[in-house]
């Protein structure tokens, strides 16, 4: 195998783990918050229904950490073995954050086993919901230290570098890095915000293949309420993100945005293809870029011809950070349609198209996460740590590449069909409506 073909497949192997494990990983992020949202209505208002919406949420969640668990191993084992040269260089200066997710994993792990275990112990709910907050805290906190991670590789400092080896290592700097707090937010909005159209599209889904229950109607309610909520807040700091990448990653700005020329008044270009290095068939919006860049219609926006060329990312992310967008957008309406449609009454929210475009709003919430990931990761080629060690450099020179690549394609393949079989299963054994009348009749039962 060449060295051209190790570098492909390692880089293959990397985006299959990382584009399966993002679905499990953003759901095991996002879904303790509905839960505890979900039962923190329920204690309030005092309804049955929000309170089994927490229970079931719950025990499907169990099912997706544990893949997720999985899938999140095999990332540290493929740092190893295909990256060697990258952890033998910045392996001391990401130890801490990568030592920090395991603690915030085992700490979300342990308190939702006792979550799960004393259902129905408690007399007052509210001490049983107290128990979730760790839950969602570690969940989240483990998405807080593995993108610090990848925001070094994108923002490394915290080192010196001394005759190619990095001496005088600040793990604390190298945490707090430029890229920290916009990835980091971006993330975890955007998990919350994935969650929430998944289980949105459940809840559609239910409707239109089911009874007009209003269990699932108070489901699909809450859960769009929630995605609206956190659609709006991904998008600004999406913008937040776009500032970040024209001061301290120009070039990859450059590249998502077909920004050849470096010139004041920038136009942000909108779809189109890219025929024989010409733009063709975009939308162009005059002055946008400048203005999402620098907040300033008349600024000056780095363009790709201030880069070597072996320095610019592929252009094709052009095309990942359209459909980001797009997704983004079409959510933010479709919920926003059906928060408005619930308050005045609207006959269109319960048509069957419109509960079956929300029914594609949940996949469609995970494709604008792979993109959005896609995006992050292609836009920083040709480096892996940005500026000091380039991809080529840091895979390995094993010729089994190969082989491992469809060993984990296969083992992705029986999770991630295992966990589907296993999830429809569970609920299908125990459905909305039998649920809430053995819940009625412990209630009776204790004269409550």
């Given at each position: 195998?060449?060295?051209?073909?190790t570098?492909?497949f390692?880089?293959?192997?990397?985006e299959?783990?990382?584009s399966?494990?993002?679905?499990?990983a953003?759901?095991g992020?996002?879904?303790?918050?509905?839960?505890?949202?979900?039962?923190w209505?329920?204690?309030?208002?005092?309804?049955?229904?929000y309170?089994?919406?927490?229970?079931?949420?719950?025990?499907?969640?169990?099912?997706t950490?544990?893949?997720?668990?999985v899938?999140?191993?095999a990332?540290?084992?493929q740092?190893?073995?295909?990256?060697?040269?990258?952890?033998q260089?910045a392996?001391n200066?990401?130890?801490?954050?990568l030592?920090m997710?395991?603690?915030a994993f085992?700490?979300?792990?342990?308190?939702?086993?006792?979550?799960?275990?004393?259902?129905?112990?408690?007399k007052?709910?509210?001490?049983?919901?107290?128990?979730?907050i760790?839950?969602?805290?570690?969940?989240s906190?483990?998405?807080?230290?593995?993108?610090?991670?990848?925001?070094?590789?994108?923002?490394?400092?915290?080192?010196?570098?001394?005759?190619?080896?990095?001496?005088?290592?600040?793990?604390?700097?190298?945490?707090?890095?430029?890229?920290?707090?916009?990835?980091?937010?971006?993330?975890?909005?955007?998990?919350?915000?994935?969650?929430?159209?998944?289980l949105?599209?459940?809840?559609?889904?239910?409707?239109?293949?089911?009874?007009?229950?209003?269990?699932?109607?108070?489901?699909?309610?809450?859960?769009?309420?929630?995605?609206?909520?956190?659609?709006?807040?991904?998008?600004l700091?999406?913008?937040?993100?776009?500032?970040?990448?024209?001061?301290?990653?120009?070039e990859?700005?450059?590249a998502?945005?077909?920004?050849?020329?470096?010139?004041?008044g920038?136009?942000?270009?909108?779809?189109?293809?890219?025929?024989?290095?010409?733009?063709?068939?975009?939308i162009?919006?005059?002055?946008a870029?400048?203005?999402?860049?620098?907040d300033?219609?008349?600024?000056?926006?780095?363009?790709?011809?201030?880069?070597p060329k072996?320095?610019?990312?592929?252009?094709?992310?052009?095309?990942?950070?359209?459909?980001?967008?797009?997704?983004?957008?079409l959510?933010?309406?479709?919920?926003l349609g059906?928060?408005?449609?619930?308050?005045?009454?609207?006959?269109?929210?319960?048509?069957?198209?419109?509960?079956?475009?929300?029914v594609?709003?949940?996949?469609?919430?995970?494709?604008?996460?792979?993109?959005?990931?896609?995006?992050?990761?292609?836009?920083?080629?040709?480096w892996?740590l940005?500026?000091?060690?380039?991809?080529?450099?840091?895979?390995t020179?094993?010729?089994?590449?190969?082989?491992?690549?469809w060993?984990?394609?296969?083992l992705y393949?029986?999770?991630?069909?295992?966990?589907?079989?296993?999830?429809?299963?569970?609920?299908?054994?125990?459905?909305?409506?039998?649920?809430?009348?053995?819940?009625?009749a412990?209630k009776?039962?204790?004269?409550?």
């Amino acid at each position: 195998m060449s060295e051209y073909q190790t570098v492909l497949f390692s880089r293959g192997l990397t985006e299959l783990t990382l584009s399966f494990h993002i679905i499990y990983a953003t759901i095991g992020v996002g879904i303790p918050l509905m839960i505890m949202i979900a039962q923190w209505v329920g204690i309030k208002k005092k309804d049955d229904h929000y309170i089994l919406l927490a229970r079931r949420w719950a025990r499907g969640f169990v099912i997706t950490v544990s893949v997720g668990v999985v899938t999140g191993t095999a990332i540290g084992l493929q740092l190893s073995l295909l990256w060697p040269h990258f952890m033998q260089l910045a392996g001391n200066v990401i130890a801490l954050p990568l030592f920090m997710e395991t603690f915030a994993f085992f700490f979300e792990a342990i308190f939702l086993g006792i979550y799960l275990y004393t259902w129905d112990r408690f007399k007052n709910q509210k001490r049983h919901l107290l128990l979730l907050i760790p839950v969602a805290v570690g969940a989240s906190c483990s998405a807080i230290f593995i993108t610090i991670v990848n925001a070094f590789m994108n923002a490394p400092q915290g080192f010196d570098i001394v005759h190619g080896q990095l001496v005088n290592v600040n793990p604390v700097k190298a945490m707090f890095n430029p890229a920290m707090p916009t990835k980091v937010s971006h993330v975890l909005m955007s998990a919350y915000m994935t969650s929430a159209f998944v289980l949105a599209s459940i809840g559609a889904f239910r409707l239109l293949h089911g009874t007009e229950h209003i269990y699932h109607k108070k489901a699909l309610f809450l859960t769009l309420k929630l995605g609206f909520i956190f659609s709006i807040m991904t998008a600004l700091i999406g913008d937040f993100s776009g500032k970040y990448l024209a001061e301290y990653q120009p070039e990859k700005l450059a590249a998502a945005e077909w920004h050849f020329d470096t010139e004041r008044g920038a136009p942000l270009l909108v779809y189109g293809v890219l025929e024989n290095g010409q733009v063709k068939h975009a939308i162009k919006i005059p002055d946008a870029l400048s203005f999402l860049a620098h907040d300033s219609f008349n600024s000056e926006v780095t363009g790709l011809d201030r880069f070597p060329k072996d320095d610019i990312p592929p252009l094709y992310i052009h095309y990942l950070f359209d459909s980001m967008v797009t997704i983004g957008i079409l959510l933010t309406i479709l919920s926003l349609g059906h928060v408005i449609g619930v308050l005045r009454g609207w006959g269109l929210i319960k048509t069957k198209w419109f509960r079956w475009i929300t029914v594609l709003g949940g996949p469609l919430s995970v494709l604008a996460i792979e993109t959005g990931w896609w995006l992050d990761e292609v836009g920083r080629q040709p480096w892996i740590l940005r500026g000091i060690l380039r991809t080529k450099d840091a895979a390995t020179a094993s010729n089994h590449v190969d082989t491992m690549l469809w060993l984990f394609a296969g083992l992705y393949f029986v999770l991630g069909v295992g966990s589907v079989v296993v999830l429809k299963r569970m609920f299908q054994k125990n459905s909305v409506e039998k649920e809430l009348q053995d819940r009625a009749a412990v209630k009776a039962g204790a004269g409550v």
